[in-house]
């Protein structure tokens, strides 16, 4: 077995280095094979064991379920539940696929190989059985794509002819299949692709461009990446021209003019389309269209991204100079995100060696990345940065969503980045425990390190022949200029910050020399993008929070329903939460360090409230299973009576209705509507001052939940000045009221109350379904909110 073992690690690391240089064609650099570098223990070993008992705690017959019963073939068991049987069937199977190459190719575990072997197997039945090279798990998909051949497109943001995101879903399969074979070398993976990717050619070949933009309004994940990507496979440029068609105008247009359009944006539909625009430049040499992305990311790093890494609210790019809606959230930055985020980051760098991407991929892996998975298992949504909020964990039977997918992936690939390389020499870019080996090079590197425990690593090399090449290591942006230290067998060295912030030690090496850094870390605090007085502590590149307690974590391991991956126990009043109060403008040397417990520190020299003055702060990916402070608000002393006062007003009148609602759904937003049961025909969405809404000249509805029978009262938001918009409202199939707009209401939101029927309400309904309904040759004015109230 062990034999077999190194013979399979040995093939998979093969394989990849020959392949690498076709899936960055244009890149200054190349990333090592994963299946190269090994990790040692740290927090990040931990994390990878515990994802892998976790992927392989999933039933792969129940993953397979919804694939088999597209194809006509009778599944061994059924779909799991959640969001695998209500109209997403199908997409975890595709990150699962993902998830298995790259824990392989991380670990060499025969256990896993032999479980990519069995998805792949079924899943090439399904194909075959087909017999047009689809594969797919969308419910209903073979009359979907036969009515989009024919050029039938009824395209909302989240639905395409009545299903739920289904490019979106197959991306998923797609993109395993890349994986499959990019990183473990299966050629059935490859052959499967290629015949997937066919069926897609054959099915838009008859479709315009503008029909094709039009399906593109719908979140179809980075189909366009992963055309390039087989472009790149095959070398036949037919699919990087179907990965330009798939690329969504309305998102490129204005990055190459290098304009911000992202308010309100669904965030995650975005950044996988970004990806596809690099991977496009990559594979096609488009400079412009690199260039695009390069703005994205800096746009969405430096204006839209809190200190985690992290960034959305509601799963939405909020606006960049209001973070006001993700502190007072319990939807705080999505994990999917942060896991494309990467991606893109990765590319670009690769293209573009410069320390600023890496600066930011450490941030996030060691803050974002790392803090999502609970350290027995389970994957974290939302990150509130809400005061004294926390997070809830997936169960490994009953919850499939986005963030489970791309959290099954996560923490099998902490090995992909450490390293990089060009032709000759070698670039060190995190300092996380690991060993590398560079076949071609006949160099093993072992990196040793507690950091960020300890403020050091050391590298040693074992060469099979004296060389002389580059070792280049990152200056991190958060060690001071002058402060880093390089010794080389004991002997320090001249530490020259280069232009991209790399510090090159050139020399010729040989087996056992030693290379030690010294990385002296400081306490910095972190204002929010759009300078509010909210303020986060970080420790070199680690971001330190508080435990505040351990109360009311209603479900803090989801089940199984359609809104349980969002942390819904009490919301506490922000006006009472820890208040930093000083009138330095630098919160930073506040931070005190406490005796005899490494990297925890003490703010209570300017925590204003007593009860609070003991709080600790600590690596945030350490803290779980608690409500946390992340980010701290503070003022002067002066000032602390108008601020107080301006945030209890506030936060009164949310806690307020907090507590006579019963239901809400914010229209246009894509989970809240999804979660409540959304239907709708001749319907559109929009953004207007930055909120979202719903309009249309057909009908839309929502299920919305009246668990304890106390609904009394609907309300739903308009906009005052809209006008010549005449509708019904329903309520399980009751009129209960009609809508004439004059537009005569002001230039405000207005908030329209209606009282519940009794005849409605005799029934004693847990479900009422809110209907709008154009009334003949009129429209919906755009619905903002609705609400169920007591």
Not at 72 to 85: F, H, Q, R, S, V
Not at 300 to 305: A, G, H, L, S, W
């Amino acid at each position: 077995m062990v034999k077999k073992h190194l013979k399979n690690t040995f093939y998979v690391t093969a394989f990849f280095a020959l392949s690498t240089a076709a899936y960055s064609q244009s890149a200054q650099l190349q990333s090592f094979p994963l299946a190269s570098v090994r990790l040692l223990e740290s927090p990040f070993l931990k994390a990878q064991q515990t994802d892998m008992k976790y992927i392989l705690e999933l039933d792969a017959d129940r993953l397979l379920a919804p694939y088999l019963k597209e194809a006509g073939i009778t599944p061994l068991k059924d779909n799991y539940g959640n969001w695998e049987n209500t109209g997403l069937d199908g997409h975890i199977g595709g990150h699962y696929l993902s998830a298995l190459s790259e824990m392989y190719a991380a670990t060499g575990n025969l256990q896993v190989k032999e479980r990519l072997d069995y998805m792949l197997d079924n899943l090439e039945k399904c194909q075959l059985k087909n017999g047009d090279g689809y594969i797919g798990g969308v419910p209903g998909s073979k009359a979907l794509w036969a009515d989009i051949a024919k050029g039938k497109i009824d395209a909302g943001g989240f639905s395409l002819n009545n299903k739920w995101v289904p490019w979106y879903n197959i991306h998923k399969v797609y993109a395993g299949l890349v994986d499959a074979y990019n990183l473990t070398g299966n050629e059935k993976a490859k052959k499967m692709l290629i015949q997937l990717s066919d069926w897609c050619l054959k099915l838009v070949a008859n479709l315009s461009e503008e029909q094709i933009q039009q399906m593109l309004k719908s979140e179809h994940g980075g189909m366009n990446e992963v055309f390039a990507d087989v472009a790149a496979i095959t070398g036949d440029k037919k699919y990087l021209v179907l990965a330009e068609k798939f690329s969504h105008k309305t998102i490129l247009s204005p990055l190459l003019k290098e304009e911000d359009k992202l308010n309100g944006l669904h965030a995650n539909t975005q950044i996988p389309k970004v990806i596809g625009f690099m991977r496009v430049a990559e594979v096609g040499g488009d400079a412009k269209w690199a260039d695009a992305a390069n703005f994205f990311w800096k746009t969405v790093v430096e204006n839209r991204t809190i200190s985690i890494g992290g960034n959305s609210v509601r799963e939405h790019f909020n606006p960049a100079d209001d973070f006001s809606s993700m502190l007072e959230s319990r939807e705080g930055p999505e994990t999917c995100n942060s896991y494309n985020m990467l991606k893109l980051s990765k590319h670009l760098f690769l293209a573009h060696p410069d320390s600023k991407y890496m600066d930011y991929y450490e941030r996030t892996t060691y803050n974002h990345i790392l803090s999502s998975q609970h350290p027995e298992g389970g994957f974290v949504y939302f990150t509130p940065i809400r005061p004294r909020h926390y997070r809830v964990y997936s169960e490994s039977q009953e919850s499939f969503w986005c963030c489970v997918g791309s959290g099954l992936e996560n923490h099998g690939k902490y090995g992909e980045m450490i390293y990089a390389h060009d032709a000759n020499d070698l670039y060190v870019n995190l300092f996380i425990p690991s060993t590398l080996e560079w076949k071609e090079k006949g160099l093993k590197l072992t990196q040793n390190t507690k950091f960020p425990f300890e403020e050091q690593s050391t590298f040693t090399l074992d060469l099979k022949k004296a060389q002389k090449f580059a070792v280049k290591f990152r200056y991190p942006s958060w060690v001071t200029n002058g402060e880093m230290k390089i010794k080389v067998n004991g002997k320090a060295v001249t530490v020259e910050k280069e232009a991209n912030s790399y510090v090159s030690i050139n020399r010729k090496w040989k087996s056992g020399d030693v290379i030690s850094l010294v990385l002296p870390m400081h306490s910095t605090a972190e204002q929010l993008p759009d300078q509010s007085a909210w303020v986060s502590f970080v420790h070199g590149p680690i971001v330190l929070a508080a435990v505040t307690d351990t109360s009311d974590l209603t479900g803090l391991t989801a089940d199984g329903s359609r809104m349980g991956h969002i942390a819904s126990g009490p919301i506490y009043p922000i006006e009472e939460a820890p208040m930093l109060i000083s009138n330095s403008t630098d919160l930073a040397p506040s931070l005190k360090e406490i005796k005899n417990k490494p990297f925890t520190y003490s703010i209570s020299d300017i925590t204003y409230q007593d009860q609070f003055k003991n709080l600790q702060l600590v690596p945030f990916f350490q803290i779980h299973d608690a409500r946390y402070m992340l980010y701290w608000p503070y003022t002067t002393k002066e000032k602390l009576p108008e601020l107080q006062a301006a945030m209890k007003e506030r936060e009164e009148a949310k806690m307020k209705l907090e507590a006579v609602t019963v239901d809400l759904v914010t229209a246009g937003e894509q989970q809240p509507e999804n979660d409540h049961n959304f239907k709708g025909e001749q319907t559109d969405t929009g953004i207007y001052k930055e909120r979202h809404y719903r309009n249309g000249k057909g009908f839309f509805s929502y299920e919305l939940k009246n668990p304890k029978l106390e609904a009394r009262k609907l309300r739903f938001t308009y906009f005052g000045s809209d006008k010549n918009k005449n509708f019904d409202v329903y309520m399980n199939s009751v009129l209960i009221a009609s809508i004439t707009l004059d537009g005569k209401e002001g230039n405000e939101f207005i908030d329209k109350i209606i009282e519940i029927p009794a005849e409605v309400l005799k029934a004693n309904p847990k479900l009422l379904e809110v209907k709008f309904q154009a009334k003949s040759n009129s429209s919906i004015a755009g619905i903002y909110e609705v609400r169920l109230m007591k």
